[in-house]
C-alpha cells in the first residue's frame, strides 16, 4: 500500500539506489499467513550495512529455510526520513515495501555503540514502542545480535531478548521456537521464557537489577527459574560445516566495501589489551583451504565483482595463508580479480606476500602499531617492535609503495607526554627509511605516511575494562601536542573527534537506566552519532540532565575489580580472573605470548578440543 508513495519520494532524494531493492541475488518471496517474517534491520545507512558480512550470512541463510523470509531494512539517510514523515509512510523493508511493523521479528545488528540512537529512531519511524514493556501481541519481538549485544544493557529496556555470539545456529533455533508458539495461543513471555532456555539467549526483562546509592550496581539476578545466572555465548566449532552465502547480493551503488568478502577464521592468537573483538571472538577457528577455495569460485561466478578481501581480525595469522593464495591466484588472475589483505601486521609481512597481492593490483597498506613507543606497545601487547614496522615500510617502499598509513591509539593507560611525541618520531623514522634506500632501488619519486589517531575507549571484555577514559580536555591536549609535533610536510594527521569518542565509552559502560537517555535523544533530534554531520554532543549532555544521569560517572573513575558490572550476565569463556591478571601485566610492562606460542589459561578452550587453535 505504500509502494507508490516511496517509488514517488525517491525523485526527491539524494541518493535513490539505496531505497530501490531489487539487486541482483536478492531474495524475494511471497508472503502468506504460514511463513515467518524476519526484518534484519542494520541501524546505519545502506552502503555500510551493506558492506557488513554478517548481515549477508544471516540474510541468506533464514531465507534457505522454506518456512520464513528474511528481509533488509536500513536508516533512511535525513532527506529520505523527511520525505517518509511528509507523506507519513512508516519505515520499510527493502524487498517488498512491507510495514516493518507487520515482521514477527525485528533484528538489529549492535556493530558500535554510536548505533544505539538509529535503532530507537528506526523504532519510531516502524512505529513500534520503544519500551519492551509497551508491545502487545500485536508488535513484533525485537532483539539484537552482534559485538555490543555482549555489553547493552542501555538497550535492556528497548530490546525483547538479544543473541550472545555468532548466530548461525542459534537463530534458526528461535525461529524453530517461534513456529511452535506462534500456533499455541501462548502471551508473548511464555515465548520469552521458551528461548530464555536456549544457550546464548539474553532476556534483560527476566534480570532484576538495584543499585547502590552511589549508582553502582548493588545486586543483578536472574527473576525466574528459566533464565541461567550468566548466558554463555554461542560459537560454531566447525566453520567448514557451516552456511556460507555463496551469491551474495550485488548493490546498484557504490558501498563502503564493494567486493567478495573471503572469511578465513573467527578469533584472534594475538591478545592486544585494548582489543574488544580479540575476547569475544576466542578461541580461534580457520576454515581450510579448499573449502574457502571453492566458496570464492563460487562468488565470482555468482557476483562479477573484481575484487576479493581476505577477511579476519589478523588475516596474515591464517597459518595456510600461502597456499590458500596460491591457489586464488589461480582463479584470479586470469579474470583481473584483486586480492586485498587488510588486517597485515608488521611483523610478518613480507615481500613474497607483497608480490602475490600486488598480482593484479596494487592496493594500499595499512598498519597499526597503536602506540609511539615500545615501552606502551608492552603495556598493551602489542608485540611489535619499531624494527618490524621499518623493516616492513623498507620492503613496501623497494616494492613500489610510497603512501603508507599509519594507526594509533591516544589516551592508553600508563601513556605519558613522551608516548604521544613517539608517534610523530616513529612516522619521521618511516620517512627517513625511504630516503635510505639508493634512488636506482625506489619506485617512488616521494614518500607520504598518514598518520591517523583515535581515542582510546576502555571496552567491556578486556584487561583495560576497569580503566578511566581520558577527558575530553586532555584527549585534545595530547591531539595538539602530537600535531605540533610533526614537522614534515611528507607526514599528514588524522584524528578522531573527543567527545564522540567519550560518548561511546559512555553506552560501552552503561547499565539500563541510559535507555531513558536514549529515547529522550532520539525524540530531541539525535541519530547518526557516527557521522560527523549529526552528532549534537549538546543535546546529548541535555537528555542525559533531564534524565539526571551523570555520564561522566560511567566514563572517568577507575571501576573496583569487586564491583558488579553491567556486562557481567555475559560469559564469552574468556574468565575475569584472566582479564585482571593481564591488566597486572599491563602495569608492569610485561608481554604475554600470542596463543600459538604458548597457551595463558584464558578460558576459551572449553569451546574447542583442548587447545583452541588445534
Known amino acids: 500500500m505504500y509502494k507508490t508513495k516511496f517509488e514517488a519520494c525517491l525523485k526527491r532524494v539524494q541518493k535513490p539506489a539505496r531505497y530501490i531493492g531489487n539487486e541482483f541475488n536478492s531474495v524475494h518471496k511471497e508472503w502468506d499467513h504460514k511463513m515467518m517474517t524476519f526484518a534484519f534491520c542494520f541501524p546505519d545507512v545502506y552502503e555500510v550495512g551493506m558492506s557488513h558480512l554478517g548481515m549477508k550470512i544471516l540474510y541468506h541463510m533464514l531465507n534457505e529455510r522454506e518456512d520464513t523470509i528474511c528481509e533488509r531494512v536500513f536508516a533512511p539517510w535525513d532527506d529520505m526520513e523527511k520525505e517518509m514523515e511528509k507523506e507519513d509512510i512508516p519505515l520499510l523493508s527493502l524487498e517488498s515495501y512491507k510495514p516493518v511493523k507487520e515482521f514477527d521479528m525485528v533484528g538489529f545488528t549492535l556493530q558500535y555503540e554510536m548505533s544505539y540512537s538509529n535503532i530507537v529512531n528506526m523504532l519510531r519511524l516502524a512505529g513500534i514502542p520503544y519500551r519492551t514493556k509497551d508491545r502487545t501481541t500485536e508488535d513484533p519481538f525485537v532483539c539484537c545480535g552482534g559485538p555490543c549485544a555482549y555489553h547493552a544493557e542501555p538497550l535492556a529496556d528497548i530490546m525483547d531478548f538479544f543473541i550472545l555470539g555468532e548466530g548461525e545456529e542459534v537463530n534458526n533455533e528461535i525461529m524453530d521456537a517461534y513456529k511452535v508458539w506462534r500456533d499455541s495461543g501462548q502471551t508473548r513471555e511464555q515465548f520469552l521464557e521458551k528461548i530464555a532456555e536456549i544457550q546464548g539467549v539474553y532476556v534483560p526483562s527476566f534480570y532484576d537489577v538495584e543499585f547502590n546509592d552511589d549508582n553502582t550496581i548493588k545486586s543483578f539476578k536472574p527473576n ?11 560459537i560454531i566449532k566447525d566453520l567448514d560445516n557451516t552456511f556460507i552465502p555463496e551469491k551474495l547480493i550485488v548493490p546498484f551503488c557504490d558501498i563502503v566495501h564493494d567486493r567478495i568478502m573471503l572469511e578465513l577464521f573467527r578469533g584472534c592468537i594475538r591478545g592486544c589489551r585494548f582489543c574488544q573483538a580479540g575476547y569475544i ?94 615501552r606502551l606497545r608492552d603495556v598493551i601487547n602489542k608485540n611489535v617492535l619499531e624494527e618490524d614496522l621499518l623493516r616492513t ?141 549529526f552528532f549534537d554532543y549538546d543535546k546529548w549532555m541535555k537528555a542525559f540532565e533531564e534524565n539526571g544521569i551523570d555520564p561522566e560517572f560511567y566514563a572517568y573513575r577507575t571501576i573496583p575489580y569487586d564491583e558488579i558490572l553491567p556486562w557481567d550476565y555475559a560469559d564469552i569463556g574468556v574468565s575475569k580472573k584472566f582479564l585482571m591478571e593481564e591488566r597486572e601485566r599491563a602495569y608492569r610492562g610485561e608481554t604475554t605470548p600470542s596463543c600459538r606460542d604458548n597457551c595463558s589459561a584464558c578460558g576459551a578452550a572449553q569451546f574447542g578440543r583442548g587447545v583452541c587453535f588445534e
Not at 576454515?287 to 589478523?314: F, P
Not at 589461480?330 to 608480490?355: A, C, G, H, Q, Y
Not at 618511516?430 to 583515535?454: C, L, Q
Open 224 to 234: 525466574r527459574s528459566c533464565a541461567p545466572e550468566k548466558v554463555k555465548k554461542r
Open 281 to 374: 571472538y576466542r578461541p580461534v577457528r580457520e576454515r581450510s583451504v579448499e573449502k574457502l577455495v571453492g566458496v570464492a569460485e563460487n562468488c565470482i561466478k555468482a557476483t562479477g565483482y573484481e575484487e576479493m578481501s581476505l577477511s579476519s581480525l589478523s588475516t596474515s595469522d591464517y597459518t595456510k595463508l600461502f597456499p590458500l593464495i596460491d591457489n586464488l591466484l589461480d582463479i584470479t588472475v586470469d579474470k583481473r580479480i584483486n586480492l586485498s589483505l587488510p588486517s597485515l601486521r608488521v611483523d610478518n609481512f613480507s615481500m613474497e606476500l607483497m608480490e602475490k597481492v600486488q598480482k593484479v593490483k596494487k592496493s594500499g597498506l595499512t598498519f597499526a602499531p597503536e602506540a609511539g613507543t615500545q
Open 393 to 533: 615500510s623498507n620492503i613496501a617502499f623497494k616494492g613500489g609503495y610510497n603512501r603508507i598509513k599509519l594507526y594509533f591509539m591516544l589516551g592508553l593507560p600508563t601513556e605519558t607526554d613522551e608516548d604521544v611525541l613517539g608517534i610523530g618520531e616513529l612516522a619521521q623514522k618511516v620517512i627517513e627509511s625511504f630516503y635510505e634506500i639508493p634512488i636506482e632501488e625506489r619506485k617512488g619519486r616521494s614518500v607520504s605516511v598518514t598518520v591517523s589517531t583515535s581515542f582510546f575507549v576502555p571496552k567491556p571484555f578486556t584487561p583495560f575494562q576497569w580503566e578511566p577514559q581520558n577527558r575530553i580536555s586532555d584527549m585534545e591536549k595530547k591531539a595538539a601536542m602530537l600535531k605540533d609535533s610533526i614537522k614534515s610536510r611528507k607526514i599528514v594527521y588524522n584524528w578522531h573527534e573527543s567527545d564522540v569518542s567519550f560518548l561511546e565509552e559512555v553506552f560501552a559502560k552503561g547499565d539500563r537506566r541510559l535507555g531513558e537517555v536514549l529515547i529522550t535523544a532520539v525524540e530531541m533530534g539525535c541519530k547518526f552519532d557516527g557521522w560527523s554531520d
